[in-house]
């Protein structure tokens, strides 16, 4: 058989293609990447998947194990050569309680289907060997090189030795031959003990009632009289036990009923949940107490966007306040330096006020230089008369200008300031500069309060964006899980919904459980009370009371007593001791017994040593054949460092170093040549377990891990040369597998 492409949707494998070649195959991926996922998805491909198993403590089922990560349904599609032609193999799940189990082969290319073909013999039809004989030979697994005794190997084996049937199992018959012999006799246990001791103690009694029967022949007449007298009384008693056990086989009928319809409704109510795939209430209640959560993080995402709201309002406000300033647009910076220049001006005074200052300052001016002159008059020794005349005017007409002059400059300046004083009331309403400077002052502080109010939005607001998050997360994780088991959950309420009508349904079956429990305990308490083998259901109610009829019988039995004080005692010891006759039959019949089950025992132990003789002479037929097969694989590992190597019937190896006379146990050599010795034995196996004729692939799932770097290529040469005679996977985490083979036409090398 020849593999050619597998694509699968099984486990964390999604539609993924898988494409291999004739001989050596290195297929390299990380650890957790699916190499263990297409092993198994090739076994279940070939022998399909086990419905029936159930998850147990410790191990997970295949079907729940390799279910797809994505909730969807198991598939895959397989195409190889086999038997001289192209199949294409498919699997798909119609119904979740049966994965793969949807099958299909065809030619390839064709849709002819190949006849005979079916999902239940595929494996054993293309590979010519059962699901446990290919698991403990083909399929070589990290976790599973040492070979395991298995009666489907230990039957393959007997029918390659022998005539060829395959329904044999020396261990599975020997088991039984043993089970049998262990129920007749083990240690002091077992029918023929038990059926001895019976026996010697049923002798002793009849050795005992022979004795006593002849003493009680002399008595019995002095009481026949009183006798019928009890017997008549034991009757009615009798009579009272036959209607008591009546009403109790009727009870016991109507508790049985309960019991089992009880049970009839557990079955029912789990079969339902198993099929709808209702989770358990730890699982339940884990999802709704997630559910409830969702409440306490909804209140916190509509708090955050309350407090993100009252920030965006409180930012409006101070954005309002800093916009309504006579500074708004500017920086608090410039805001201040424009409120200081103004108060550099100054408001000059009335009009009149200057004028009049400038005039005087003009007079005094001029009164200044009429002095300087008449005293350069008096120092000439110049009459003053001389120079009036032209002094006086000029001097005059210089004063006027100049004084005009200064007028009109200082007019100007006083028109500007009060131009500027009107844009200053304009802007600011007022032009004190103290009132500017608090406008300014005032400015900045709602500059600085925006500018908070806007650090407290961004914070709240990502407060808010966190916990909607974290909302949304929680809420896909729950309904991810939710849908698991019910795909139309799409929203909380409708998940919330669907758990508690799980809760419901988990509930009906406990309740359904515990009216079971109590039911079966009704019913053991009354089989504890005793229920008669058989009784008259037709039977009528005693005349009289079980009390008066028990008192009247204590009566007749003192007088009976009186009367035959010595008969009544041996009377009790033979009643005690049974009658002589029956004693005697017991004991005949035991002796019979005890000889029958002895001849059985003889006969048992005598075919187990003949069937433990045969399969020694199988085993030593085969033994020799594989231990060497072994050895040579094993020499050609370890590179000639082992010259022997040795199977028992249990498949333990033993091995032997080259120039050691002494076989070593396999536990005493090192991890790394323990690993050799059981892949050269799986190797040895697959060599001549396996049909020639339908050469089957060899799959190693990381079974040269453990391998350093000398074994692993020893290895790798000998799986190269098998693989000229039949395909060879190697999965591997490792590059050196995929590293040494760089180069080499004639290995497959891929990596995941």
């Known amino acids: 058989m020849l593999i050619q492409r597998m694509s699968a949707v099984f486990g964390r494998l999604r539609n993924e293609t898988l494409q291999l070649q004739d001989g050596l195959n290195i297929i390299e991926a990380p650890n957790e990447t699916g190499k263990s996922t297409w092993c198994a998805f090739l076994t279940a491909m070939l022998y399909g998947i086990n419905s029936r198993e159930r998850d147990k403590a410790g191990f997970i089922a295949d079907k729940n194990r390799y279910a797809p990560w994505d909730g969807g349904s198991m598939s895959g599609r397989l195409e190889c050569h086999a038997d001289g032609a192209d199949l294409t193999i498919t699997r798909a799940t119609r119904r979740q309680t049966a994965p793969m189990a949807d099958f299909q082969a065809v030619y390839t290319s064709t849709a002819s289907p190949v006849d005979g ?27 599973g090189l040492a070979i395991t005794q298995d009666a489907g190997l230990e039957r393959r084996v007997a029918s390659l030795i022998s005539s060829g049937d395959e329904d044999t199992s020396y261990t599975e018959a020997y088991d039984a031959l043993k089970k049998q012999l262990n129920r007749r006799r083990f240690n002091k246990s077992g029918q023929l003990p038990a059926l001895e001791a019976e026996l010697a103690e049923v002798q002793q009694q009849l050795d005992s009632s022979v004795q006593l029967q002849q ?59 198993e099929e709808d795939r209702v989770p358990d209430m730890e699982t339940i209640g884990r999802l709704r107490g997630a559910i409830v959560n969702l409440e306490t993080v909804r209140k916190n995402v509509e708090k955050a966007r309350t407090d993100r709201d009252e920030a965006m309002k409180a930012l409006l406000r101070a954005e309002k306040n800093v916009n309504d300033s006579p500074f708004a647009g500017q920086t608090a910076e410039s805001a201040r330096k424009e409120a200081q220049g103004t ?51 000029a001097l005059a007409a210089a004063v006027v200008a100049a004084a005009g002059t200064y007028i009109s400059r200082q007019y100007r300046q006083h028109a500007l300031k009060k131009l500027c004083n009107i844009a200053l009331m304009k802007r600011f309403g007022t032009t004190d500069t103290n009132e500017i400077t608090a406008f300014a002052d005032a400015y900045t502080a709602a500059v600085e309060v925006r500018d908070a109010a806007q650090a407290d939005l961004n914070t709240k607001s990502t407060t808010a964006d966190a916990y909607y998050n974290t909302l949304t997360t929680n809420e896909q994780a729950i309904l991810l899980e939710v849908r698991r088991f019910a795909p139309a959950a799409f929203d909380i309420p409708t998940a919330d919904q669907v758990l508690r009508q799980a809760a419901q349904r988990r509930k009906a079956l406990s309740e359904a459980q515990t009216a079971a429990r109590e039911a079966q305990v009704r019913l053991d308490l009354l089989v504890q009370q005793g229920i008669p083998d058989s009784c008259d259901m037709e039977s009528t109610p ?106 028992d019937r249990s498949f333990h190896l033993t091995a032997r170093p080259a120039g050691d006379p002494i076989d070593r146990d396999i536990q005493l050599l090192s991890a790394g040549a323990a690993d050799q010795l059981y892949l050269s034995a799986r190797l040895a196996i697959c060599e001549l377990v396996l049909p020639s004729e339908k050469s089957i692939p060899i799959i190693l799932d990381d079974a040269l891990t453990n391998f350093d770097d000398e074994r692993c290529a020893a290895a790798l040469r000998w799986l190269k040369q098998a693989a000229a005679h039949r395909q060879i996977l190697l999965f591997t985490c490792h590059s050196r597998e995929a590293d040494f083979f760089a180069g080499d036409p004639e290995v497959a090398v891929q990596r995941l």
């Open 215 to 273: 003493q009680l022949a002399d008595a019995l007449e002095r009481s026949q009289s009183l006798e019928s007298d009890v017997q008549a009384l034991s009757d009615e008693l009798a009579q009272h036990d036959q209607w008591e056990a009546a009403q109790k086989r009727r009870q016991l009928a109507a508790l049985t009923t309960d019991a089992d319809t009880a049970a009839q409704r557990v079955h029912s109510l789990t079969q339902q949940l």
């Open 117 to 143: 073909l079916t999902g239940t013999n595929c494996g054993e039809t293309l590979l010519g060997v059962s699901r446990e004989v290919f698991e403990r030979s083909a399929f070589i697994r990290q976790s």
């Open 343 to 393: 108060s550099s001006d100054r408001v000059p005074g009335p009009i009149a006020f200057r004028e009049l200052a400038i005039f005087f300052l003009f007079l005094a001016a001029a009164g200044g230089i009429f002095a300087l002159l008449y005293s350069q008059l008096s120092v000439l020794s110049l009459p003053l008369f001389q120079l009036v005349p032209w002094a006086l005017p």
């Open 542 to 647: 005693p005349l009289r009371s079980r009390e008066t009829v028990a008192d009247a019988l204590a009566q007749a039995q003192v007088q009976l007593a009186a009367a035959r004080s010595a008969t009544d005692r041996l009377t009790g010891q033979l009643h005690a001791m049974g009658d002589p006759d029956g004693l005697r039959a017991s004991a005949e019949s035991l002796q019979s017994q005890t000889g029958q089950l002895q001849e059985e025992y003889d006969a048992l132990r005598l075919a187990m040593d003949t069937l433990t003789g045969a399969n020694t002479v199988l085993q030593n037929r085969f033994s020799p054949q594989l231990s060497r097969r072994t050895a040579e694989i094993f020499h050609e590992l370890t590179e000639g460092r082992y010259t022997a190597a040795a199977l």
